[in-house]
């Protein structure tokens, strides 16, 4: 069964979506090396803290689990959050 990867708490991440853009960045040398027009003919996602990031290239995958910025586990859902209860004026 494969494993679930979640952002940790605090972090955010937006890497290549699919496997061309990932690669087209490979070629150029990393992001910063490309031009604004080359960046916009890629396709990008952005995963959130408690979001699935199982996507997300190997390469960094392996580099954020070692240095806990992403976990192994299921993603939180909004349904998995407790509200607090409404409270009333002066308590």
């Not at 027009?37 to 990008?44: G, R, T, V, Y």
């Not at 199982?54 to 909004?78: F, N």
Request: aromatic residues 6%; proline residues 7%.
């Amino acid at each position: 069964m494969p494993r679930n990867y979640i952002v940790a708490p605090g972090h955010e991440f937006n890497y290549p979506a699919d496997s061309t853009s990932e690669a087209a960045i490979k070629r150029a040398g990393g992001r910063s090396k490309m031009t604004a027009e080359a960046l916009k003919q890629l396709k990008f996602k952005t995963a959130r803290e408690g979001e699935d990031c199982s996507d997300m290239p190997k390469d960094a995958l392996k580099l954020y689990l070692e240095r806990g910025w992403v976990l192994v586990g299921e993603p939180v859902k909004a349904s998995d959050i407790e509200s607090k209860p409404d409270q009333k004026d002066g308590e």
